[in-house]
T-cell receptor, first 114, second 115 residues
Framework: KAGVTQTPRYLIKTRGQQVTLSCSPI?????VSWYQQTPGQGLQFLFE???????NKGNFPGRFSGRQFSNSRSEMNVSTLELGDSALYLC?????????????FGQGTRLTVV | DAKTTQPNSMESNEEEPVHLPCNHSTISGTDYIHWYRQLPSQGPEYVIH???SNVNNRMASLAIAEDRKSSTLILHRATLRDAAVYYC????????????????FGTGTRLKVLA
């Protein structure tokens, strides 16, 4: 089956601009979460959506936002880009379940802010 | 959120077993222990998870201490393809039931496999 698809894979933006990243989860997965990975801070949780509702939010400024559509696809948006937003943005999808079901990650979108 | 502690790096010779330790002294009764690995330029990849009993799959084995305050990921025969950063993470099983899904990643263990 197809894995988690993130688009675009690479992106270069200028400070002050905004950007929208897309994530298509595995078919049947209703939970989508987003992570930011930088060399200095490692992997940090941004937010998580389930059935179009944001369930969890990490410690990021309000410039970072997201949404989930009825088909479980998700987008995240970063407004007023700063140089420090340069990072690998990863999306993960999973089924919801009490058995500790694993998450499947996409290959990420590499965002460079210049 | 319960935290995990792992060594920053480890080395292993190819074809030898590797034991990657993880401490999670604040684990709660509903926390599952998950292991992921991240190869260069890729997203994290699921390796294995468990709750109380030891677990085996085609990739690895997970040994969980009786008090659940530590666990060990075992790669039975390391290959060069196993060189990656390995993350030990706790996932709250109760929250998972309601659809809430959030991982707190630590710094992980960078495994180097020597040919």
């Amino acid at each position: 089956k197809a894995g988690v698809t993130q688009t675009p894979r690479y992106l270069i933006k200028t400070r002050g601009q905004q950007v929208t990243l897309s994530c298509s989860p595995i078919s049947g997965h209703r939970s989508v979460s987003w992570y930011q990975q930088t060399p200095g801070q490692g992997l940090q949780f941004l937010f998580e959506y389930f059935s179009e509702t944001q369930r969890n939010k990490g410690n990021f400024p309000g410039r970072f936002s997201g949404r989930q559509f009825s088909n479980s696809r998700s987008e995240m948006n970063v407004s007023t880009l700063e140089l420090g937003d340069s990072a690998l943005y990863l999306c993960a999808s999973s089924r919801a379940g009490g058995d500790g079901t694993e998450a499947f990650f996409g290959q990420g979108t590499r965002l460079t802010v210049v | 959120d319960a935290k995990t502690t792992q060594p920053n790096s480890m080395e292993s010779n190819e074809e030898e077993p590797v034991h990657l330790p993880c401490n999670h002294s604040t684990i709660s009764g509903t926390d599952y222990i998950h292991w992921y690995r991240q190869l260069p330029s890729q997203g994290p990849e699921y390796v294995i998870h468990g709750l109380t009993s030891n677990v085996n799959n085609r990739m690895a084995s997970l040994a969980i201490a009786e008090d659940r305050k530590s666990s060990t990921l075992i790669l039975h025969r390391a290959t060069l393809r196993d060189a990656a950063v390995y993350y030990c993470i706790l996932r709250d099983g109760l929250r998972a039931t309601s659809g809430t899904y959030k991982y707190i990643f630590g710094t992980g263990t960078r495994l180097k496999v020597l040919a």
